[in-house]
């Protein structure tokens, strides 16, 4: 089953791809059809945690100035 996710910012899949990579390697795992869906949500649950901080910090930020 393909995912039918639209991103909302163009062109930002290669940005997105080079952050799941980053994850994964930081976790020691290698992204695929091979590797349990624990592992690749893991990767998946750690962007979204970090995405979520990282707007967090810009709305704390604006609010503060």
């Known amino acids: 089953m393909k995912a039918s996710h639209k991103l909302v ?3 930002v899949d290669s940005m997105l791809n080079q952050f ?3 994850i ?3 976790f020691g795992v290698k992204l ?3 590797t349990s869906s624990y592992e690749n949500g893991s ?3 750690e962007i979204t945690r970090r995405l ?3 707007a967090q910090s810009k709305v704390t930020d ?3 100035q």
Request: net charge negative.
């Open 9 to 11: 910012v163009p062109g």
């Open 43 to 45: 990767v998946g649950g």
């Open 32 to 34: 695929g059809g091979q």
């Open 20 to 22: 799941k990579e980053e």
């Open 52 to 54: 979520v901080q990282h």
């Open 24 to 26: 994964a390697s930081e």
């Open 62 to 64: 604006s609010n503060h």
